[in-house]
């Protein structure tokens, strides 16, 4: 089974807009952390936000939140008032602590976010 | 303070040939990790590293060597390299919960 499942091969946002990236999860370690990754066309791998399994209330990072949910295993990603910079590739990805994962990411398939003027 | 630098940025090579792709952090991070990233699949991880001298393997190792004899590298080498190999290379580092990546080298394998 793929432990990140992000079900949205692509979305499209009006600037200023907000949008929610979807990301659901399945492990049965009871710590672990949840991350987004934007990769611009320009191909870099840019780190956006952290949950931890036991953090009580939901991340935010400026303009960034993760809804999590953590009984649904989902952790999505909002981006509010939406620019056009925000147009990339989003990757969900989750570390397992537990079992000696030795802080390894296990990476979703990514949706590809595009804003429009 | 330029972090992590992989080299070369862009190589294209035969079926058959060895590669050798270079990881290079300014830091002392202990972990190092090496990932393919392919259309359709996100980004999975190769090997890694916890120390100098300790590697292991990730999801997709075959056709992959590593070694890790300082701290600040970790080169990864295609031994025969062939087509699906093809793929775009990060190499990270670890940093708190953080992940760093490094730019990315792109291989291509004809």
């Known amino acids: 089974a793929q432990k990140i499942t992000q079900t949205q091969p692509g979305m499209f946002v009006q600037e200023k807009e907000a949008v929610t990236l979807d990301c659901t999860y399945d492990t049965s370690d009871p710590s672990y952390g949840l991350f987004w990754y934007k990769q611009p066309s320009s191909g870099e791998m840019i780190f956006l936000i952290y949950?931890?399994?036991?953090?009580?209330q939901n991340a935010t990072e400026g303009r960034y939140s993760l809804n999590f949910q953590k009984a649904r295993k989902s952790a999505n990603l909002v981006i509010s008032a939406s620019q056009l910079g925000d147009s990339a590739m989003y990757f969900c990805a989750m570390r397992e602590n537990s079992g000696g994962s030795n802080y390894k990411l296990t990476f979703g398939k990514g949706t590809l976010l595009t804003v429009n003027p | 303070d330029a972090g992590i630098t992989q080299s070369p940025r862009y190589k294209i090579t035969e079926t058959g040939r060895q590669v050798t792709l270079m990881c290079h952090q300014t830091w002392s991070h202990s972990y190092m990790f090496w990932y393919r990233q392919d259309l359709g699949h996100g980004l999975r991880l190769i090997y890694y590293s916890a120390a100098a001298d300790i590697t292991d393997k990730g999801e997709v190792p075959d056709g992959y060597v590593v070694s890790r004899s300082k701290t600040e590298n970790f080169p990864l080498t295609l031994e025969s390299a062939t087509r699906s190999q093809t793929s775009v290379y990060f190499c990270a580092t670890l940093y708190g919960y953080e992940q760093f990546f490094g730019p990315g080298t792109r291989l291509t394998v004809l």
């Open positions: 949950q931890g399994s036991y953090d009580q």
